[in-house]
């Protein structure tokens, strides 16, 4: 068994996550386009499919029309502040990402394929790169991150099918898939941010791996012990491979800056509202136990919400660090011959870097980095920590 489970291809079981995942957006409404394989070479590919996007786009509209006339109606009459503002800001949030998600489907179709077309042509480009075959998606960061974003997946999905069972008529039962559809599928654009971000970590983590040892073991080649000429063929094969790194390098920060742009004011809407309502659950929680008979669930909720953030800020990380991998490999100091072209290319190649590094600032107002996940993780301690505090001085701990 554990021969078995060492055999195990990880690459190979995040893209099986991957498509999972892609499957159960479209179940959702939120993902409306194919991905198939093209007939002439055989690779993936994103197509159109205007039947399937009208057929989410009428779930979704009749999903938030029901919402609207059924839940809020019962949400207005909640005499508990407390409950009120949580339920408000859930419905708040739903309303507002499901506009942004039809926003985007009909408004900026045709941006999205193009961005999906080009996420799946660079994997192929940076494949073709190595003289190794590599199958799956990313590395063993990859994995974790997403197998954790799948469990978190699975526990939404679950606590949200448990509401089903208590209701008392066919009514009931059709409001709350209506707004179930419409929770979940307004937090699919957290999860699709977190993919995105993800897929230009693995993109430039498999540009950082051939660079490390297969274009390093390339300049190598062209040291001479004796100082001698080294071969024009030779010369142009290296050349080649530096020339097609640099044009990798630059598609993929011009890919992964498209995708930020383009859904950098769903993912922050989604974002904050998730944020606010988690920290309101979990005040009610801490404080307010006796009215929520399944704690432990309500916890894991809480859970899962703060760690659907940190799995975000952890991907954006992860792709921003990646960007900057290529610069600490000292490929500078390999020899690269005496050709005055040659100093040029090179010296282009590494002064790019620094001028197309791959940034994410939400709205311009600061950079994700370590000290913003370290600030976000001290906050969130702190703040349990003030209300469990207040919990006890009021004598409901």
């Known amino acids: 068994m554990i021969e078995r489970l060492k055999k195990v291809s990880l690459p190979a079981l995040s893209a099986v996550i991957l498509f999972c995942s892609y499957h159960y957006g479209r179940i959702l409404g939120v993902i409306c386009f194919d991905i198939g394989q093209r007939t002439s070479d055989n690779s993936l590919v994103a197509r159109n499919k205007p039947e399937l996007k009208w057929l989410c786009l009428s779930f979704r509209l009749i999903s938030a029309t029901t919402v609207c006339c059924f839940c809020a109606p019962h949400v207005a009459d909640i005499e508990d502040p407390y409950e009120w503002l949580l339920q408000c800001l859930r419905l708040s949030a739903s309303l507002i990402c499901g506009i942004c998600i039809i926003v985007v489907q009909i408004c900026y179709e045709k941006e999205l394929l193009r961005l999906i077309n080009s996420f799946l042509r660079l994997f192929r480009r940076v494949r073709r790169l190595s003289s190794l075959k590599r199958f799956g998606f990313g590395g063993k960061r990859e994995f974790f ?84 000429p080294v071969g024009r ?102 020899p690269i011959s005496d050709h005055k072209e040659w100093h040029v290319k090179w010296e282009m190649f590494l002064s790019r870097l620094n001028f197309f590094e791959f940034r994410v600032r939400p709205l311009g107002l600061f950079e994700v980095s370590n000290e913003v996940i370290l600030l976000f993780l001290s906050s969130m301690i702190t703040y349990f920590t003030y209300v469990v505090q207040y919990g006890i001085q009021t004598n409901r701990l």
């Not at 208590?166 to 993919?195: A, R």
């Not at 142009?236 to 498209?258: F, L, N």
């Not at 975000?312 to 500078?332: C, D, Q």
């Open 145 to 228: 991150l997403l197998i954790f974003k799948f469990i978190c997946l699975v526990y939404e999905l679950y606590c949200e099918l448990c509401q089903l069972w208590p209701l008392p008529d066919l009514l009931s039962l059709f409001t709350m898939l209506c707004e179930i559809f419409l929770e979940i599928g307004s937090l699919m654009i957290i999860h699709i941010g977190f993919v995105g971000y993800l897929s230009v970590a693995a993109l430039y983590s498999e540009v950082n791996r051939f660079a490390r040892f297969e274009l390093r073991r390339q300049l190598r080649s062209l040291e001479r012990p004796a100082g001698g």
């Open 233 to 334: 063929r030779q010369l142009r094969i290296v050349e080649y491979r530096v020339d097609e790194c640099i044009s990798v390098y630059d598609e993929i920060e011009r890919v992964g800056r498209t995708f930020h742009r383009l859904l950098e004011v769903p993912v922050l809407i989604t974002l904050l509202g998730k944020m606010f309502g988690t920290i309101i659950l979990s005040y009610e929680v801490i404080i307010r136990a006796e009215l929520y008979p399944r704690k432990i669930g309500m916890w894991g909720l809480v859970v899962k919400s703060f760690a659907d953030v940190i799995l975000l800020t952890l991907a954006v990380h992860e792709a921003v660090s990646s960007s900057r991998m290529m610069r600490r490999l000292g490929l500078e100091n390999c």
